[in-house]
């Protein structure tokens, strides 16, 4: 599958380069085709991973994973084209976090929205899923790091076909089918964001690694 990676940080390092692990055709997106970073990231990952401005990764994507920071998800997506998004699934994990005020932040679009739905409207003929936000990057591509796997990750969107690939990816990742949550429609990503904040503190007063995750336990 071609994959079109937007973000140059470790959450799209690290999605990037398993992706690459697992076969798939990997194109690195930036506002620059030339940026070092995923210049480097593209030379060091091999296979058929390449670097590209956003609208160069995103024209020959099938898929397109939008890990750029969210204050900046929107001018990036804009950068990558209408036309390039046009009919593809595009996986949003990034979250709305605002450090304007310093640490830790706030989120820049809160209960009555969410940074997915807000790129749904704007990209309308795009098909938006949310997941992989409410984790670090090393669990989204191995979930064994915690508990053997035995955690959840979720998934939110108005398009199933869209999701049931979304879903495949995940296990391709390690995912397995009863950890994966469908949580309906797209606005299910204002909780899924709104997790966020938590998942700061939890991280900050019990585990500065980031290696946990949410596990559903009922009766």
Known sequence: MKIAILGTGRVGQTLAGKFVQLGHEVTMGSRDAANPKAVQWAASAGGSARADSFSGAAQGAEVILNATAGTASLQALQSAGSANLDGKVLIDVANPLDFSAGFPPSLSVVNTDSLAETIQRVFPAARVVKTLN??????????????????????????????????????????????????????????????????????????????????????
């Open 134 to 219: 409410t984790m670090t990057a090393d669990l989204m591509v191995n979930p064994q790091l915690v508990a053997g796997g035995d955690h959840d990750v979720f998934v939110a969107g108005d398009d199933g076909d869209a999701k049931a690939v979304v879903v495949g990816l995940l296990g391709e990742l390690g995912w397995e089918a009863g950890h994966i949550r469908d949580l309906g429609g797209l606005d299910a990503a204002r909780a899924l964001e709104m997790y966020l904040p938590l998942w700061l503190r939890l991280m900050m007063t019990f585990d500065q690694s980031g290696r946990f995750n949410i596990r559903i336990v009922s009766a």
